[in-house]
Protein backbone atom coordinates (compact mmCIF):
# COMPACT_ATOMS: atom_id res chain seq x y z
CA UNK A 1 0.00 0.00 0.00
CA UNK A 2 2.49 2.47 -0.92
CA UNK A 3 0.77 4.05 -3.42
CA UNK A 4 -1.44 7.26 -1.82
CA UNK A 5 -4.42 5.99 -3.84
CA UNK A 6 -4.95 3.08 -1.83
CA UNK A 7 -5.28 5.22 1.55
CA UNK A 8 -8.65 6.80 -0.87
CA UNK A 9 -9.95 3.32 -1.05
CA UNK A 10 -9.33 1.97 3.09
CA UNK A 11 -11.39 5.27 3.65
CA UNK A 12 -14.10 4.14 1.19
CA UNK A 13 -14.13 1.30 2.80
CA UNK A 14 -13.87 2.18 6.57
CA UNK A 15 -16.90 5.08 5.64
CA UNK A 16 -18.97 2.83 3.48
CA UNK A 17 -19.21 0.08 6.70
CA UNK A 18 -20.18 2.95 9.16
CA UNK A 19 -22.72 4.43 6.38
CA UNK A 20 -24.38 0.66 6.38
CA UNK A 21 -24.46 0.11 10.26
CA UNK A 22 -25.94 3.70 10.73
CA UNK A 23 -28.46 3.66 7.41
CA UNK A 24 -32.29 3.79 7.90
CA UNK A 25 -33.30 2.68 4.58
CA UNK A 26 -32.60 0.13 2.33
CA UNK A 27 -31.47 2.15 -0.60
CA UNK A 28 -28.50 3.63 1.47
CA UNK A 29 -27.91 0.47 3.13
CA UNK A 30 -27.46 -0.94 -0.55
CA UNK A 31 -25.34 1.88 -1.52
CA UNK A 32 -22.93 1.29 1.33
CA UNK A 33 -22.37 -2.08 0.08
CA UNK A 34 -21.60 -1.23 -3.22
CA UNK A 35 -19.10 1.28 -2.23
CA UNK A 36 -17.65 -1.21 0.03
CA UNK A 37 -16.86 -3.43 -2.41
CA UNK A 38 -15.70 -1.31 -4.96
CA UNK A 39 -13.34 -0.07 -2.06
CA UNK A 40 -11.86 -3.03 -1.36
CA UNK A 41 -11.31 -4.23 -4.87
CA UNK A 42 -8.40 -1.84 -5.53
CA UNK A 43 -6.93 -2.59 -2.08
CA UNK A 44 -6.32 -6.73 -3.64
CA UNK A 45 -3.86 -5.36 -5.55
CA UNK A 46 -0.85 -5.47 -4.08
CA UNK A 47 1.80 -6.82 -5.95
CA UNK A 48 -0.74 -6.59 -9.03
CA UNK A 49 0.01 -10.15 -10.46
CA UNK A 50 -2.17 -11.65 -12.71
CA UNK A 51 -3.31 -13.83 -10.20
CA UNK A 52 -4.43 -10.94 -8.16
CA UNK A 53 -6.71 -10.13 -11.07
CA UNK A 54 -8.16 -13.86 -11.18
CA UNK A 55 -8.63 -13.34 -7.50
CA UNK A 56 -10.76 -10.39 -7.90
CA UNK A 57 -12.98 -11.26 -10.44
CA UNK A 58 -13.42 -14.13 -8.45
CA UNK A 59 -14.56 -11.74 -5.55
CA UNK A 60 -16.63 -9.22 -8.07
CA UNK A 61 -19.53 -11.72 -9.27
CA UNK A 62 -20.72 -13.28 -5.87
CA UNK A 63 -20.24 -9.68 -4.54
CA UNK A 64 -22.19 -7.77 -6.94
CA UNK A 65 -24.70 -10.98 -7.64
CA UNK A 66 -25.46 -10.72 -3.77
CA UNK A 67 -25.57 -7.06 -3.75
CA UNK A 68 -28.63 -7.45 -7.44
CA UNK A 69 -30.56 -9.60 -5.04
CA UNK A 70 -30.35 -7.83 -2.08
CA UNK A 71 -31.85 -4.68 -3.95
CA UNK A 72 -34.60 -6.25 -5.73
CA UNK A 73 -35.76 -8.18 -3.21
CA UNK A 74 -35.69 -4.63 -0.92
CA UNK A 75 -38.07 -2.57 -3.53
CA UNK A 76 -40.43 -5.48 -4.44
CA UNK A 77 -40.81 -6.28 -0.85
CA UNK A 78 -43.93 -4.13 -0.46
CA UNK A 79 -45.47 -5.82 -3.14
CA UNK A 80 -44.92 -9.54 -2.62
CA UNK A 81 -43.88 -9.99 1.52
CA UNK A 82 -42.60 -13.40 0.69
CA UNK A 83 -39.49 -12.11 -0.98
CA UNK A 84 -38.53 -10.40 2.16
CA UNK A 85 -36.06 -13.72 3.17
CA UNK A 86 -33.94 -12.89 -0.06
CA UNK A 87 -32.28 -10.08 1.63
CA UNK A 88 -31.05 -11.84 4.04
CA UNK A 89 -29.93 -14.81 1.49
CA UNK A 90 -28.31 -12.42 -0.51
CA UNK A 91 -25.94 -10.95 2.81
CA UNK A 92 -25.31 -14.70 3.37
CA UNK A 93 -24.00 -14.82 -0.33
CA UNK A 94 -21.80 -11.91 0.62
CA UNK A 95 -20.27 -13.20 3.66
CA UNK A 96 -19.84 -16.19 2.30
CA UNK A 97 -21.39 -18.39 4.37
CA UNK A 98 -22.60 -22.20 3.90
CA UNK A 99 -23.75 -23.24 1.50
CA UNK A 100 -23.56 -19.91 -0.61
CA UNK A 101 -19.95 -20.18 0.98
CA UNK A 102 -18.04 -21.91 -2.46
CA UNK A 103 -16.77 -18.52 -3.94
CA UNK A 104 -14.66 -17.84 -0.54
CA UNK A 105 -12.13 -20.72 -0.53
CA UNK A 106 -10.89 -20.12 -3.67
CA UNK A 107 -10.76 -15.52 -3.12
CA UNK A 108 -9.14 -16.68 0.18
CA UNK A 109 -6.32 -18.56 -1.52
CA UNK A 110 -5.39 -16.13 -4.18
CA UNK A 111 -5.38 -13.44 -1.80
CA UNK A 112 -1.86 -11.76 -0.01
CA UNK A 113 -2.28 -11.84 3.71
CA UNK A 114 -3.33 -8.39 4.35
CA UNK A 115 -6.28 -8.56 2.24
CA UNK A 116 -7.06 -12.14 3.17
CA UNK A 117 -7.49 -10.38 6.63
CA UNK A 118 -9.34 -7.72 5.96
CA UNK A 119 -11.84 -10.08 3.71
CA UNK A 120 -11.58 -12.67 7.09
CA UNK A 121 -12.80 -9.40 9.29
CA UNK A 122 -13.66 -6.05 8.33
CA UNK A 123 -15.83 -7.05 5.34
CA UNK A 124 -17.60 -9.15 6.97
CA UNK A 125 -19.01 -5.77 9.65
CA UNK A 126 -21.01 -4.35 6.95
CA UNK A 127 -23.12 -7.48 5.45
CA UNK A 128 -23.87 -9.07 8.86
CA UNK A 129 -24.99 -5.22 10.67
CA UNK A 130 -27.15 -5.44 7.19
CA UNK A 131 -28.90 -8.65 8.28
CA UNK A 132 -29.12 -7.29 12.19
CA UNK A 133 -31.65 -4.30 10.92
CA UNK A 134 -33.72 -6.64 9.57
CA UNK A 135 -37.46 -7.44 11.31
CA UNK A 136 -36.73 -10.16 13.33
CA UNK A 137 -38.96 -12.53 11.28
CA UNK A 138 -36.54 -11.60 8.49
CA UNK A 139 -33.27 -12.77 10.97
CA UNK A 140 -35.14 -15.59 12.02
CA UNK A 141 -34.85 -17.22 8.36
CA UNK A 142 -31.14 -17.06 8.72
CA UNK A 143 -31.20 -19.86 11.44
CA UNK A 144 -30.56 -23.04 9.08
CA UNK A 145 -27.91 -20.74 6.97
CA UNK A 146 -26.02 -20.29 10.64
CA UNK A 147 -26.56 -24.11 11.88
CA UNK A 148 -24.95 -24.91 8.12
CA UNK A 149 -22.20 -22.33 8.25
CA UNK A 150 -20.99 -23.45 11.80
CA UNK A 151 -20.74 -27.34 10.93
CA UNK A 152 -19.73 -27.16 7.74
CA UNK A 153 -17.08 -24.90 8.28
CA UNK A 154 -15.57 -27.22 11.38
CA UNK A 155 -15.91 -30.14 8.48
CA UNK A 156 -14.28 -28.68 5.78
CA UNK A 157 -11.11 -27.46 7.98
CA UNK A 158 -10.88 -31.05 9.14
CA UNK A 159 -8.06 -32.11 6.11
CA UNK A 160 -6.59 -28.54 5.84
CA UNK A 161 -2.68 -28.42 6.00
CA UNK A 162 -2.12 -24.90 4.93
CA UNK A 163 -3.34 -21.81 7.80
CA UNK A 164 -4.72 -19.78 5.29
CA UNK A 165 -7.13 -22.85 4.51
CA UNK A 166 -8.15 -23.54 8.24
CA UNK A 167 -8.86 -19.79 8.73
CA UNK A 168 -11.06 -19.59 5.62
CA UNK A 169 -13.13 -23.05 6.92
CA UNK A 170 -12.92 -21.07 10.66
CA UNK A 171 -14.02 -18.41 9.40
CA UNK A 172 -17.09 -20.07 7.84
CA UNK A 173 -17.66 -21.29 11.34
CA UNK A 174 -17.47 -18.02 13.06
CA UNK A 175 -20.25 -16.57 10.52
CA UNK A 176 -23.01 -19.36 11.28
CA UNK A 177 -22.02 -18.02 15.09
CA UNK A 178 -22.73 -14.23 14.25
CA UNK A 179 -25.63 -15.06 12.06
CA UNK A 180 -27.25 -16.91 15.33
CA UNK A 181 -26.12 -13.73 17.54
CA UNK A 182 -28.20 -11.79 15.32
CA UNK A 183 -31.46 -13.65 16.60
CA UNK A 184 -30.47 -12.00 20.55
CA UNK A 185 -31.99 -9.00 22.79
CA UNK A 186 -28.58 -7.78 23.67
CA UNK A 187 -25.66 -6.52 22.43
CA UNK A 188 -24.69 -10.08 21.42
CA UNK A 189 -23.25 -9.09 17.83
CA UNK A 190 -21.02 -6.44 18.67
CA UNK A 191 -18.96 -8.15 21.05
CA UNK A 192 -18.31 -11.39 19.12
CA UNK A 193 -17.64 -9.16 15.71
CA UNK A 194 -14.87 -7.05 17.71
CA UNK A 195 -13.66 -10.16 19.46
CA UNK A 196 -13.12 -12.19 16.72
CA UNK A 197 -11.45 -9.00 14.40
CA UNK A 198 -9.04 -8.95 17.48
CA UNK A 199 -7.89 -12.37 17.82
CA UNK A 200 -7.74 -12.60 13.83
CA UNK A 201 -5.51 -9.33 14.15
CA UNK A 202 -3.16 -11.55 16.72
CA UNK A 203 -2.88 -14.08 14.32
CA UNK A 204 -2.05 -11.49 11.66
CA UNK A 205 0.61 -10.30 13.67
CA UNK A 206 2.47 -13.30 14.28
CA UNK A 207 1.93 -14.54 11.05
CA UNK A 208 3.64 -11.41 9.20
CA UNK A 209 7.25 -12.67 10.73
CA UNK A 210 6.71 -15.84 8.82
CA UNK A 211 6.81 -16.80 5.44
CA UNK A 212 5.74 -20.18 5.92
CA UNK A 213 2.45 -21.72 4.66
CA UNK A 214 2.33 -24.97 6.55
CA UNK A 215 1.39 -25.16 10.16
CA UNK A 216 3.82 -27.71 11.33
CA UNK A 217 6.28 -24.81 9.72
CA UNK A 218 4.62 -21.99 11.73
CA UNK A 219 5.92 -23.52 15.41
CA UNK A 220 9.36 -22.64 15.46
CA UNK A 221 11.63 -22.84 18.64
CA UNK A 222 14.03 -20.56 17.50
CA UNK A 223 11.23 -17.78 18.32
CA UNK A 224 9.18 -19.02 21.15
CA UNK A 225 7.20 -15.48 21.93
CA UNK A 226 5.94 -15.61 17.93
CA UNK A 227 4.72 -19.50 18.66
CA UNK A 228 3.32 -19.19 21.81
CA UNK A 229 1.45 -15.99 20.06
CA UNK A 230 -0.07 -17.81 17.53
CA UNK A 231 -0.60 -20.88 19.22
CA UNK A 232 -2.75 -19.29 21.84
CA UNK A 233 -4.51 -17.08 19.06
CA UNK A 234 -5.32 -20.17 17.01
CA UNK A 235 -6.80 -22.02 20.30
CA UNK A 236 -8.45 -18.35 21.06
CA UNK A 237 -10.16 -18.82 17.54
CA UNK A 238 -11.14 -22.40 18.28
CA UNK A 239 -12.93 -21.41 21.25
CA UNK A 240 -10.74 -23.01 24.21
CA UNK A 241 -11.74 -22.15 27.82
CA UNK A 242 -11.44 -19.86 29.45
CA UNK A 243 -10.09 -17.96 25.63
CA UNK A 244 -12.09 -15.42 24.77
CA UNK A 245 -13.27 -17.66 21.85
CA UNK A 246 -14.99 -19.41 24.16
CA UNK A 247 -16.77 -17.15 26.19
CA UNK A 248 -18.12 -14.74 23.15
CA UNK A 249 -19.42 -18.46 21.99
CA UNK A 250 -21.02 -18.82 25.44
CA UNK A 251 -22.69 -15.42 24.55
CA UNK A 252 -24.50 -16.61 21.73
CA UNK A 253 -25.50 -19.74 23.67
CA UNK A 254 -26.68 -17.83 26.45
CA UNK A 255 -28.73 -14.87 25.08
CA UNK A 256 -29.70 -16.21 21.20
CA UNK A 257 -33.51 -17.25 20.82
CA UNK A 258 -32.97 -19.79 18.36
CA UNK A 259 -34.25 -23.13 18.59
CA UNK A 260 -32.40 -25.94 20.50
CA UNK A 261 -31.75 -27.80 17.75
CA UNK A 262 -29.65 -25.03 16.04
CA UNK A 263 -27.94 -24.17 19.49
CA UNK A 264 -26.84 -28.41 19.38
CA UNK A 265 -25.62 -27.54 15.55
CA UNK A 266 -23.63 -24.75 16.44
CA UNK A 267 -21.68 -26.76 19.33
CA UNK A 268 -21.28 -29.45 17.02
CA UNK A 269 -19.57 -27.44 14.26
CA UNK A 270 -17.65 -25.92 17.12
CA UNK A 271 -16.31 -28.73 18.49
CA UNK A 272 -15.40 -30.21 15.14
CA UNK A 273 -13.29 -26.97 14.85
CA UNK A 274 -11.36 -27.20 18.06
CA UNK A 275 -10.84 -30.59 17.56
CA UNK A 276 -8.25 -30.16 13.90
CA UNK A 277 -6.87 -26.37 16.52
CA UNK A 278 -5.80 -28.88 19.13
CA UNK A 279 -4.38 -31.75 16.36
CA UNK A 280 -2.39 -27.91 14.88
CA UNK A 281 -1.26 -26.38 18.29
CA UNK A 282 -1.21 -29.74 20.05
CA UNK A 283 2.62 -30.71 18.95
CA UNK A 284 3.89 -27.29 18.57
CA UNK A 285 3.02 -26.45 22.48
CA UNK A 286 4.60 -29.18 23.48
CA UNK A 287 8.16 -28.40 22.23
CA UNK A 288 7.27 -24.95 23.34
CA UNK A 289 7.32 -26.47 26.56
CA UNK A 290 10.85 -28.80 26.54
CA UNK A 291 12.48 -24.78 26.40
CA UNK A 292 12.79 -23.51 29.37
CA UNK A 293 10.13 -20.90 30.50
CA UNK A 294 9.14 -18.49 27.76
CA UNK A 295 10.24 -14.58 29.39
CA UNK A 296 8.06 -11.96 27.29
CA UNK A 297 10.82 -9.88 25.87
CA UNK A 298 9.95 -6.50 26.35
CA UNK A 299 11.97 -5.06 23.27
CA UNK A 300 8.54 -7.10 21.47
CA UNK A 301 5.78 -4.72 22.56
CA UNK A 302 3.18 -5.34 19.38
CA UNK A 303 3.60 -9.61 20.79
CA UNK A 304 2.94 -8.66 24.34
CA UNK A 305 -0.09 -5.97 23.43
CA UNK A 306 -1.64 -8.64 21.00
CA UNK A 307 -1.11 -11.81 23.91
CA UNK A 308 -2.46 -8.78 26.45
CA UNK A 309 -5.63 -8.25 24.22
CA UNK A 310 -6.60 -11.72 24.47
CA UNK A 311 -6.46 -12.98 27.57
CA UNK A 312 -7.55 -10.64 29.82
CA UNK A 313 -10.65 -9.32 27.27
CA UNK A 314 -12.31 -13.40 28.66
CA UNK A 315 -12.17 -11.77 31.99
CA UNK A 316 -13.93 -8.81 31.07
CA UNK A 317 -16.64 -10.82 29.22
CA UNK A 318 -17.09 -13.39 32.04
CA UNK A 319 -18.94 -10.30 33.94
CA UNK A 320 -21.41 -8.77 31.13
Same mark, same amino acid.
Given at each position: ?18 ? $?????? +????? &? ?56 ? &?? &? ?10 ? +? ?17 ? +? ?28 ? +? ?39 ? $? ?53 ? &? ?30 ? $? ?40
Amino acid at each position: MKSPHKFLFLFLMISSTCM $VISSSN +WLTTW &MGLEINMLGFIPLMYLKETPNESETAVKYLIPQSLGSTIFIVSALTSSYLAELQPMMS &MA &MCLKLGAAPFHY +WFPSVMAGLPLLPAFILLT +WQKIAPIFAINSTSPDISNSTMLIASISAL +WGGIGGLNQTDIRSLLTYSSIAHTGWMLAAINSNSPTLAIY $VTAYILINTSIYVSLTSTAMKMHKQLFSAKSPHNSLLLATSILSLGGLPPLTGFV &MKLLVINFTQASMLIILTLILGALISLFFYLS $VTFSPLLELGKLHTIKLDSSKPLVVFSLAQILPLSMILLFF
